[in-house]
């Protein structure tokens, strides 16, 4: 029983980071009804930016702001330079130009930085969380983070005239354009504030698996999956679908005798196709009503 | 969020292409052939190697497109197919001793039955959720290669080699070229049968389920038979495609066969325009040849040229060498009446 406990705590320590990253999915799959299979290198990407400007001598969290306003300002310009002039493009063209910018900011990175493996700073401390060997005041802060952030995006969504407009923008943008919305524009903004998202999720991420330019290449798979497993259509699906795949994942490599580390991912994946199959929209997710 | 009801009656996730749109005429289809046929004997043998390994992955993009382009669903899975068609040559070869050539229909016909089953499943998917599944299924496949219980047969971690074939009948062309006029029977007879089957009665009812399932469905058309039938078909081409790839790199292993496989096939389709099945050749060429070009324009930003190369193209031609092939169709018309 003190395994069992100890286990889940440690799947809900590192559920916290899919669940980050599965957010700033979402974000952006509700904007642009696309997944941006370079999100995790744009997260990496802002996360080396936060790391610059601290070695730079700029204090955590002015570093922090400055990230985020750098993020946001780069979501947006890379939405206008980039994707929307592939906006009536098929859908699949625009993937291969996500495969595209995965490449590149990838290999910059690579380049400005190099592949070495750098610390990150936390500031949280690492000590031990409520007595727990298992769980760190940092991973405790990063869950209240992602929570935090998860709240505020709902009072944003629900209760201002902007996340409105947003929503609107994203469910049906023809009605919406009549009503006076620039659907472009909330295009724009929902890019700029999945990059903002993904950088908090960068940040906080890189203390644990450190700074380099593949981190986020294992994270990505499995935010995915917690966005998809939660419902593609749902922020809280993501963050419930993040935990969860954590603690899979984590119980899984435990119980299951034969699974090590190799077999952690698949044996993941394979749990969320089967709640796929059984829920096709994922847990939290709408099914899409279709008119024929 | 999203509290409204989301009703979606926007255009399919796949383009309908007109089925005569998918394929070549007869002139510029002999002009290829004459060309396939004649380029290779005035190169050296490493640029044969290559050309072959442009017909092996130009078959593993037209299945894609096959299964993409024509019945609508998306795979990222394809490098799971061509891992057990590669996998399956290479233990035929390698334990029983049998003819590369005989090897092949065997890798074909265990990937159609492997992605007919998983089409099963995938039936209840779509879009992105297929996308995920399938994905899971490429991430899956090099682990299983690796676990302990099939190394006897594949080798684990380290692979199996393969024996190159040397030409039948005392040929006197070197083992290169041989495998290169091999493969490309091989895949002038695949790209044939291909193009007869979208336009028989199955490749009928892949487009209809393509353009509007419930509509396919309300005309008689056995959406789930279809669906996985292109699955499939799609897997058993894949299967033949890593069975050739297995003998002419004359070696397997997990390794090779990872999800960057299946991304690369993916851009293939992409580039060489969904659902126009001659363009997966040039696709194919895209995939070989321009991380190669892009290695020789900058070492470091290797990849960030791949990119902005990709970019280049995705923009000038968003729907692939299809575009360019259509412009030059329309001006060769004007030509002829001016």
């Given at each position: 029983m003190e395994l069992f406990i100890n286990q889940v705590l440690a799947g809900v320590a590192t559920g916290a980071i899919y669940a980050c990253m599965a957010l700033a999915v979402v974000m952006i799959y509700q904007a642009i009804d696309h997944l941006n299979f370079a999100q995790g290198e744009m997260a990496m990407f802002s996360t080396f930016i936060a790391w610059q400007l601290m070695q730079w001598g700029v204090p955590y969290w002015w570093a922090f702001l400055l990230t985020l306003v750098f993020s946001f300002a780069g979501g947006i310009a890379?939405?206008?330079?980039?994707?929307?002039?592939?906006?009536?493009?098929?859908?699949?063209?625009?993937?291969?130009?996500?495969?595209?910018?995965?490449a590149i900011v990838n290999s910059v990175a690579g380049l400005t930085w190099d592949f070495t493996i750098k610390q990150f700073p936390t500031p949280f401390g690492s000590s031990p969380f409520l007595g727990s060997q298992l769980i760190s005041t940092h991973q405790a802060g990063m869950i209240g983070v992602t929570v935090g952030l998860l709240i505020l995006l709902y009072l944003f969504f629900q209760f201002t005239r902007i996340g409105l407009a947003m929503r609107a923008a994203a469910s049906l943008p023809e009605s919406a354009r009549l009503v006076g919305i620039n659907t472009s524009w909330m295009i724009a903004l929902g890019?700029?504030?999945?990059?903002a998202i993904g950088a908090i999720a960068g940040i906080l991420i890189a203390p644990v698996v450190f700074l380099e330019p593949n981190m986020m290449g294992g994270v990505l798979i499995y935010g995915f999956a917690a966005a998809v497993l939660g419902g593609l259509t749902s922020p809280l699906g993501a963050v419930v679908g993040g935990f969860l795949v954590g603690v899979f994942e984590n119980l899984?490599?435990?119980?299951?005798?034969?699974?090590?580390?190799?077999?952690?991912?698949?044996?993941a994946l394979a749990l969320i196709i089967t709640v796929l199959v059984l829920?096709?929209?994922?847990?939290?997710?709408?099914?899409i009503v279709k008119r024929v | 969020m999203s509290a409204v009801d989301e009703v979606a009656s926007d255009a399919p996730a796949v383009e309908a292409v007109p089925k005569k749109a998918m394929?070549?005429?007869?002139?510029?289809?002999?002009?290829?052939?004459?060309?396939?046929?004649?380029?290779?004997?005035?190169?050296?043998?490493?640029?044969?190697?290559?050309l072959t390994m442009l017909l092996i992955y130009a078959l593993a993009v037209l299945a894609l497109n096959i299964l993409t382009g024509g019945s609508g669903q998306f795979s990222l899975g394809q490098s799971a197919f061509y891992a057990v068609g590669a996998y399956t040559s290479?233990?035929?070869?390698?334990?029983?001793?049998?003819n590369y050539a005989l090897t092949l229909p065997v890798a074909g016909i265990i990937c159609f039955g492997f992605g007919?089953?998983?089409?099963?499943?995938?039936?209840?998917?779509?879009?992105?959720?297929?996308?995920?599944?399938?994905?899971?299924?490429?991430?899956?496949m090099p682990q299983l290669l690796k676990l302990g219980v099939f190394e006897h047969w594949t080798g684990g971690v380290q692979g199996l080699v393969v024996t190159k074939p040397d030409a039948p009948f005392g040929l006197p062309i070197s083992q290169d070229r041989w495998l290169y006029y091999f493969t490309l029977t091989v895949a002038i007879g695949i790209y044939i049968a291909s193009v007869n089957l979208l336009k028989s009665r199955s490749g009928r009812a892949f487009m209809a389920i393509r353009d509007n399932e419930i509509a396919a469905s309300?005309?008689?058309?056995?959406?789930?038979?279809?669906?996985?039938?292109?699955?499939?078909?799609?897997?058993?081409?894949t299967g033949v495609a890593g069975g050739l790839g297995a003998i002419a790199v004359q070696f397997v292993a997990p390794d090779g066969y990872t999800i960057t496989l299946a991304i690369s096939l993916f851009l293939g389709m992409v580039v060489g325009g969904v659902g126009w099945l001659p363009g997966s050749i040039v696709g194919s060429a895209f995939i070989i040849f321009v991380p190669n070009i892009a290695e020789g324009i900058s070492k470091g930003l290797s990849g960030a040229v791949f990119g902005v190369l990709l970019f280049l193209v995705i923009f000038l031609v968003p729907h692939g060498a299809r575009q360019v092939a259509m412009v030059a169709q329309h001006m060769l018309g004007k030509l002829r009446k001016g």
């Open positions: 890379i939405e206008r330079a980039l994707f929307k002039p592939l906006a009536k493009a098929p859908v699949l063209t625009n993937v291969a130009g996500f495969i595209a910018l995965f890019w700029g504030m999945a990059s899984a490599g435990t119980y299951i005798p034969g699974v090590g580390n190799e077999l952690k991912l698949p044996i829920k096709p929209a994922g847990l939290f997710g709408r099914p | 394929t070549l005429g007869l002139g510029a289809s002999l002009v290829m052939l004459a060309l396939l046929i004649i380029g290779p004997m005035f190169v050296k043998n490493f640029i044969v190697f290559q290479a233990i035929l070869m390698e334990h029983f001793g049998v007919f089953l998983f089409g099963q499943p995938a039936l209840r998917l779509s879009g992105i959720y297929l996308a995920l599944a399938t994905f899971a299924l490429a991430v899956a309300a005309m008689g058309v056995d959406v789930a038979l279809y669906k996985t039938l292109a699955f499939g078909v799609s897997a058993g081409i």
